[in-house]
């Protein structure tokens, strides 16, 4: 069974500072990766999407990078800012038999100080 | 374009009560999804589709009903709300392609007294 982790559980950063967002997940076999914001009492937002034979994407100020055979990814956000403040959760798509479904990490509450 | 748009977005039942939540998108796509989002418990699966006219369970199905009618439309059904439904849910959908992106409705804050 697919398990996604995500560490730390909550992180807190002054304003300007570049940070880095871990995933793991225990099963490599996996189609891609999504990563999500949240902000409090909202939806989930999609910042990028990482497709198994990719390595890396990037949006504005985000790049996510993935190594599935690590069964990593990271969430790279520069000169963050207080805007930037939310919960971010990555989710894989596994390739085996539940390939409908995406396994959720329980997300990095972040806040950046200004 | 709405994207993904739930109603109703807040909701207070007394226990026993039924109610449906109804999700829609305009995005033509073929799976959608329920999920109950709890502090400390993440995002859990409730029931989901891969197309018009069928369903099928998630992690936390007891106590719900689903169905999809129509492609655009997935509805979640509570026959007898109990307090341990009070939760956030959020419906989600995308394409068949397994590497579809995922988009969330903003939720439907549901409270059961």
């Known amino acids: 069974k697919q398990e996604v982790t995500q560490i730390p559980a909550a992180l807190s950063v002054p304003e300007g500072e570049n940070l880095v967002l871990n995933c793991s997940f225990t099963?490599?076999?996996?189609?891609?990766l999504q990563w999500f914001r949240q902000d409090p009492g909202k939806g989930l937002t999609s910042l990028l999407l990482?497709?198994?034979?990719?390595r890396e994407q990037t949006s504005g100020r985000l790049n996510a990078s993935l190594d599935k055979s690590s069964g990593r990814s990271t969430l790279y956000i520069a000169a963050s800012q207080p805007g930037d403040s939310a919960t971010y959760l990555c989710?894989?798509?596994?390739?085996?038999?539940?390939?409908?479904?995406?396994?959720f990490g329980k997300g990095t509450l972040l806040t950046v100080n200004p | 374009n709405a994207g993904v748009t739930q109603t109703p977005k807040f909701r207070v039942l007394k226990t026993g009560q039924s109610m449906t939540l109804l999700c829609a998108q305009d995005?033509?796509?073929?799976?959608m999804y329920w999920y109950r989002q709890d502090p400390g418990m993440g995002l859990r699966l409730i029931h989901y589709?891969?197309?018009?006219?069928?369903?099928a369970k998630g992690e936390v199905p007891d106590g719900y009903n689903v169905s999809r009618l129509k492609k655009q439309n997935f509805l979640l059904g509570l026959e007898s709300a109990a307090p341990s439904q009070t939760s956030v849910y959020f419906c989600?959908?995308?394409?068949?392609?397994?590497?579809?992106?995922?988009?969330f409705g903003e939720g439907s804050r549901l409270t059961v007294l």
């Open positions: 989600a959908s995308r394409w068949t392609m397994n590497t579809g992106e995922l988009f």
């Open positions: 099963d490599s076999a996996i189609y891609n």
């Open positions: 990482i497709q198994s034979s990719q």
């Open positions: 989710a894989v798509v596994d390739s085996g038999g539940s390939n409908y479904k995406l396994t």
């Open positions: 995005m033509n796509h073929e799976y």
């Open positions: 589709s891969v197309g018009e006219g069928t369903t």
